[in-house]
């Protein structure tokens, strides 16, 4: 579905269905130079079992119009907006790498619109390197390549793809080419300016689940250590995966999050 | 300075796709040979038939087995994913069916596999799907003879048997510009020699029987979405319903909101391989992943011995024009050295100087090479196109297909070359006499 916020045009994927106002709703929140399609399965199962899932197509990504939001707080605001714009009163929120943050950062704003949040290969402070950024900056397409490569552990990097026939670094990179010029810069910048995330963190009250990957170079799963201890006694699910964990571990990814949601 | 962690080509035609065996540890990829799979309980199963979950269900949707070469064949040709089918044949209906329905047009090289050309001139139309066939060399025909109903652009990396190379860069620029997808079969010249994607092809399709297998024993196609085209582009907007409006018959599943990338695969998954049922057999699909496992020495072996027959018979009194790019004299040789710098393959077509009675003699003098339907095995095959594989096209169609009475062609294999030069001596000199 399409929504205005502004004068953007937001895209919400809802599994084919309309929202309705008795069921709890789960909005995802996807990752620099994606879109709501990361979630397909995720999403797709919430929307099928008896939740409103409003997975989101962030500023500048995929179907949604307007330009890339420059910072996490920003994108926080930007999808308490949403929620207003959708007649959704509360709503749990998932978010993967920038999502992550978008999606902590939105719940410390605030806290009487959040019920839940579940984090997804966070990290506190998220470091950029500079070999990407610099690569970003130039719309290069070896920082597309350095973000699969670094998203995808060593087995993943080879396929065992659970989608029968897909090539997983395949649809994961042709996904990032899709991002219009300079919109992997603006998703960086905003993860590596990103510097109240250890306050947010303190101040949320929610249930929080944090999901990181062992085998996760993007955000190793040790930078999210001290977002853990900051966060008032988490669930924390380590997988044996890479940064692209719903494509590596689709299945595990919904386990854990039907175990928390 | 900081480089890209990926696997390179021969490394992926070992591993892409697959692990060693969880449940057994065996490292070389099983057959799994079950015609279906065990949910763990009902919630499990709901959500693998409404696409919640990954996984197998029925062998004719998916098999563990056949993804390990979707997977790889997927990998080889830098795609987003790929489906195996029962035939190249098979591939390509699937391409077609599932973007085109009844009142849609396809422009296509007129210098076709004769199996293809069947499929468009005369069973596609029955279904109310027609063909317009070009010069694959005229882009200013492939441009006119674009339609408002054209859905599909489609033509040979390397036609047969005339190996006209197809100008994928101007021929996809050419697509691209009308809203419209180019369709590439890639069986000559496999990933190995050339990878269509890069050059702009959207779809890939493979006659997995020929070089991709090596071997000659099984028939397969695999169908491979380079996940580039944008279905609800604004050029494109409105003409493939299939992947952009809800479909009934699964759902009411919008496929390109579903995936960004991979609308088309899922289409031709869910309904597809559903309901036409062209699906690979998983020992077919084992068998190929044999062959590719060895497919860029193979590869190489093949295009070497290929020189050195095409050397050997330049040479001959007996031997007239023979079409193979890498020769000067070939009218693509600027553009095979372009798109094809590996080499141009090991099929080719030369014009024997003689007689019907000659050519026969030719053919029936060899001993190495194997008189059959065929290309790309491992051991040598020859067969003459115009009472063969192209039999149904008029004298017209042949020749503008370049192809004469007196038409030879070769798929050289990886035999010694000096016995296959050996073997070709003695039947020119059998023909000339």
Not at chain 1, 48 to 77: C, F, K, M, Y
Not at chain 1, 131 to 143: E, G, I, K, N, S
Not at chain 2, 64 to 91: H, K, M, Y
Request: net charge neutral; proline share 5%; with cysteine.
């Amino acid at each position: 579905m399409r929504l205005a916020v502004g004068t953007d045009e937001v895209y919400l994927y809802t599994g084919a269905r309309a929202l309705a106002p008795s069921r709890a709703s789960i909005v995802f929140v996807h990752g620099a130079a994606n879109d709501h399609s990361v979630w397909s399965l995720q999403s797709r199962y919430f929307a099928h079992h008896g939740r409103n899932v409003l997975a989101v197509d962030l500023p500048g990504h995929g179907r949604s119009t307007g330009a890339p939001l420059e910072s996490v707080e920003a994108i926080a605001q930007w999808l308490v907006r949403v929620l207003d714009a959708a007649g959704v009163e509360r709503a749990s929120l998932v978010g993967h790498s920038l999502g992550s943050l978008a999606v902590l950062e939105a719940a410390a704003r605030a806290p009487a619109r959040v019920d839940r949040i579940a984090l997804l290969g966070p990290a506190v402070p998220m470091a950029v390197s500079e070999a990407l950024m610099d690569a970003a900056r130039r719309d290069d397409h070896v920082a597309y390549e350095l973000i699969v490569g670094w998203s995808h552990s060593a087995a993943g990097q080879l396929g065992g793809n659970p989608v029968p026939g897909m090539w997983m670094t395949g649809t994961a990179l042709r996904l990032m080419e899709r991002t219009r010029p300079g919109g992997l810069a603006v998703d960086l910048g905003a993860c590596a300016s990103y510097a109240n995330g250890l306050d947010a963190a303190r101040a949320l009250r929610c249930p929080a689940l944090v999901v990181t990957g062992s085998r996760d170079l993007m955000a190793p799963a040790k930078s999210a250590e001290a977002l853990i201890g900051a966060l008032n006694g988490p669930r924390v699910v380590t997988l044996a995966c890479g940064h692209a964990m719903m494509a590596e571990q689709p299945d595990e990814v919904l386990d854990a999050l039907r175990a928390f949601l | 300075m900081t480089k890209p962690r990926t696997h390179r080509f021969d490394t992926l035609s070992l591993h892409a796709g697959s692990r060693p065996d969880p449940a057994t540890g065996a490292r070389a990829t099983p057959i799994y040979q079950s015609a279906s799979f065990v949910f763990p309980d009902s919630d499990h199963a709901a959500a693998l038939f409404n696409m919640e979950r990954a996984g197998h269900v029925y062998s004719r949707i998916s098999n563990p087995t056949c993804a390990v070469l979707e997977e790889r064949i997927a990998a080889l040709e830098g795609g987003v994913g790929a489906i195996a089918t029962a035939s190249g044949q098979a591939a390509l209906h699937l391409a077609i069916a599932t973007l085109l329905g009844a009142g849609a047009h396809i422009v296509a090289s007129r210098a076709l596999y004769g199996g293809s050309h069947n499929l468009l001139d005369y069973t596609l139309p029955r279904f109310g799907i027609t063909t317009t066939f070009v010069d694959p060399r005229d882009v200013g025909a492939w441009r006119g003879a674009i339609r408002p109903e054209t859905r599909l652009l489609f033509g040979e990396t390397l036609g047969n048997p005339g190996l006209d190379v197809l100008d994928i860069p101007r021929i996809a620029t050419l697509a691209h510009e009308h809203g419209l997808p180019l369709l590439v079969d890639s069986t000559f010249t496999t990933p190995w020699l050339l990878r269509p994607f890069e050059h702009g092809a959207d779809l890939v399709f493979h006659s997995a029987t020929k070089f991709l297998s090596g071997h000659g024993v099984v028939i397969g196609g695999v169908l491979v979405d380079s996940g580039a085209f944008d279905w609800d582009a604004p050029k494109s907007r409105g003409r493939f319903p299939t992947l952009t409006e809800p479909y009934h018959g699964f759902h009411d599943m919008v496929f390109s909101e579903e995936s960004t990338t991979a609308a088309f695969l899922l289409r031709a998954r869910r309904e597809g391989i559903r309901d036409f049922g062209a699906c690979m057999a998983p020992a077919t699909a084992w068998q190929i992943l044999q062959g590719i496992e060895t497919l860029p020495v193979r590869m190489q072996r093949h295009v070497d011995n290929t020189r050195r027959i095409v050397a050997f018979l330049s040479g001959q009194p007996l031997v007239g024009a023979i079409g193979y790019p890498e020769l000067a004299q070939h009218p693509d040789h600027a553009l095979a050295q372009r798109l094809l710098p590996r080499g141009c393959g090991a099929v080719f077509s030369f014009d024997l100087r003689a007689t019907r009675e000659q050519g026969r003699r030719f053919i029936e003098s060899l001993r190495l090479f194997s008189h059959l339907a065929n290309v790309g095995d491992a051991k040598s095959l020859v067969i003459h196109p115009a009472s063969t594989t192209h039999f149904r096209m008029s004298a017209d169609d042949l020749a503008r297909a370049g192809i004469g009475e007196g038409t030879i062609r070769l798929s050289i294999g990886l035999e010694d070359p000096d016995d296959l030069i050996e073997d070709l001596s003695r039947a020119l000199y059998a023909a000339g006499k």
